[in-house]
């Protein structure tokens, strides 16, 4: 991602650089920027223009020329000087206007100056935070097709080659080949799945459908939704109290569980175990699944629960993970006003906190 130009003023040595545009002597050609209002400019650049013609033609009187003499020059020295005192003024105004074709273009990298104190200067900033916005987006959104197309182009691969096998007569369609192909075709509609409910929690058009549940059933069926795939991994659970209740949309609540459930059965051992708890803290209900895992290092704590973000330790693509679980769920308790977040566990293992508060 290109991030917003880092703008480097010199002003001591009147140099100025912003992205692919460079403006020398800075206080020359801008020597109206310390001015905080553009109505105060505006009052300066006719004051100046005023007092320059009376003082030429004053001068062109004084050194014999003829009056018509000296008003043209005069007249000619007030032009010079409103040119340039107001260049200065709206040259922001035109590295506006050329930044905004360029990023019509596509080139979000583009900036303006933004020195001038007065409301010129503000809309500048205004500009700029704009466009580092829409860079951001930009990025983001090339981002998401690279790692839709990674993710989409591998389970179609495996199925294309499985599929060209049994055409050519190279295998034979026995059921361990049917299973590769089903596992495949899953793999693909979990991730449609992910990325349809991803698009919709952004957009805002999954509204929350908000009442008082029990934790414990919803737990307990996560559970056995997860345990259907046959993972060798024991799965606990534990509420207290047993009818803790909580306050949000349940169907949404358990999608947030069974996420954090699929990644915490995915990294525990054979033989490992789950534990998945809840409890009432002071913020609200606390849910918690711990599993023991290689866990999620410090530095990656804050990017996990970012679109497609894999760690390298904590969150590969095997097994069909895609880097969207943690990203939609993140979303979920987001809309409920409520707080995910990773905790270490010793020795090892990770522990992934849920909160959601009580109104």
């Known amino acids: ?38 109505k105060l400019k505006l009052s300066f650049v006719i ?5 320059a013609t009376v003082f030429v033609f004053w001068v062109g009187i004084k050194l014999g020329l003829w009056p018509s003499v000296s008003g043209v020059l005069a007249m000619g020295v007030a032009v010079g000087l409103v040119w340039f005192l107001s260049r200065g003024m709206t040259s922001p105004l035109r590295e506006m206007a050329a930044a905004a074709d360029a990023m019509a273009s596509g080139d979000y990298s583009q900036r303006v100056t933004d020195t001038s104190r007065d409301e010129v200067g503000a809309l500048a900033r205004a500009f700029n935070a704009m466009a580092a ?3 951001e987006t930009d990025r983001q959104r090339r981002a998401l097709v690279a790692n839709v197309s990674h993710e989409l182009r591998t389970p179609i691969a495996a199925l294309q080659v499985q599929l060209e096998n049994l055409v050519d007569g190279v295998a034979d369609p026995d059921p361990a080949t049917f299973r590769v192909m089903l596992a495949q075709v899953e793999r693909l509609g979990r991730l449609v799945k992910q990325l349809l409910d991803l698009s919709r929690l952004e957009s805002g058009a999954i509204p929350l459908d908000r009442s008082e549940f029990r934790v414990e059933p919803l737990l307990s069926h996560a559970v056995r939704e997860q345990q259907l795939h046959g993972a060798p991994v024991t799965v606990a659970v534990d509420v207290e109290p047993h009818d ?7 169907e949404r609540v ?23 708890r809840a409890r009432r803290g002071d913020a609200g209900v606390v849910i918690e699944v711990i599993d023991e895992g290689p866990g999620i290092p410090e530095a990656e704590r804050t990017r996990v629960f970012e679109r497609f973000y894999r760690a390298d330790v904590a969150r590969t693509s095997q097994d069909g993970g895609a880097g969207l679980g943690l990203a939609i769920a993140r979303w979920i308790v987001d809309l409920h006003g409520g707080d995910i977040h990773p905790e270490p566990r010793e020795p090892h293992g990770c522990k992934m906190v849920v909160t959601l508060p009580t109104h």
Do not use: C, W, Y
């Open 133 to 135: 916005e829409l860079a």
């Open 254 to 276: 358990h999608q947030v569980v069974a996420n954090l459930l699929e990644n915490a059965v995915r990294f525990t051992p054979s033989g490992g175990q789950v534990d998945v």
């Open 1 to 38: 991602m290109k991030r917003p130009h880092v703008r480097e003023m010199r002003a001591h040595l009147g140099e100025l650089h912003v992205g692919d545009v460079h403006v020398r002597d800075l206080d020359v050609h801008r020597p109206l920027s310390p001015l905080p209002s553009i």
């Open 244 to 250: 803790l209740t909580a306050a949000g949309d349940p």
């Open 47 to 51: 004051a100046s223009a005023v007092v």
